[in-house]
């Protein structure tokens, strides 16, 4: 168990729909970060924050969004979903220090049907 | 820009000794992390180097060249359990930042 959880496991929706995935990282760690595994890809980075505060963008949609909270859990928002937005979701969590590994949530596997 | 290559697939049998290999661009480095991920799990983590030089544990181990941009991990007494792909990342300065490389999918034959 890496302390990351994500909820919910799998989701399944249809096209043009929104969805939040939600992410509680590790305790004490103030980093999360958000990747997108598509069938067959590495880890697509999308968007890192740290204690609240918005650290790294990758090649994150406009159609996706993403916050943290104060009690540093995080959700990520997609909406007006396409077929192509089906791929499971990291969530990932660090200290800060530049030694610290990620550590993984099980991830949300969502279907977009 | 950031980019990290690996081999897509290797294949290797039971008992045996496999080196994957990773090369890297990054705009800056922090040190470079291994992680294993079997089929619809989540990646774990294996090994990290921040320094030149070979890191070992157990059955892994990592090496790491930073003037050449290159790190493998030597998997020694292969097992079907290690049948997995294996993800190279390189931790960049840009929010600590970790980049991945796109995995080498792993088949360990009897």
């Known amino acids: 168990d890496s302390g990351v959880t994500q909820t919910p496991k799998h989701l399944i929706t249809a096209t043009g729909q929104r969805v939040t995935l939600r992410c509680s990282p590790r305790?004490?760690?103030?980093?999360v970060y958000w990747y997108q595994q598509s069938l067959d890809q590495g880890l697509q980075f999308l968007i890192q924050y740290y204690n609240g505060e918005e650290r790294a963008k990758g090649n994150i949609l406009e159609r996706f969004s993403a916050q943290q909270f104060p009690d540093l859990h995080s959700e990520l928002n997609l909406s007006s979903l396409e077929l192509g937005d089906s791929a499971l979701y990291f969530c990932a969590s660090s200290a800060r220090t530049t030694n610290e590994k990620l550590f993984f949530g099980s991830g949300t596997q969502l279907s977009v049907l | 820009g950031q980019n990290i290559d690996q081999p897509t697939e290797m294949t290797a049998t039971e008992g045996a000794i496999v080196q994957i290999n990773c090369t890297y661009q990054t705009s800056g480095f922090n040190g470079l992390f291994w992680y294993q991920q079997h089929a619809g799990e989540a990646p774990t983590f294996l090994s990290y180097n921040v320094l030149d030089g070979l890191e070992e544990k157990g059955r892994f181990s990592s090496f790491l060249s930073r003037s050449k941009g290159y790190s493998y991990l030597l998997l020694k007494e292969l097992q079907m359990k290690d049948s997995a792909s294996y993800l190279c990342a390189v931790r960049v300065p840009s929010g600590q930042n970790f980049v991945f490389g796109p995995g080498t999918r792993l088949s360990v034959l009897p």
């Open positions: 305790s004490g760690d103030l980093s």
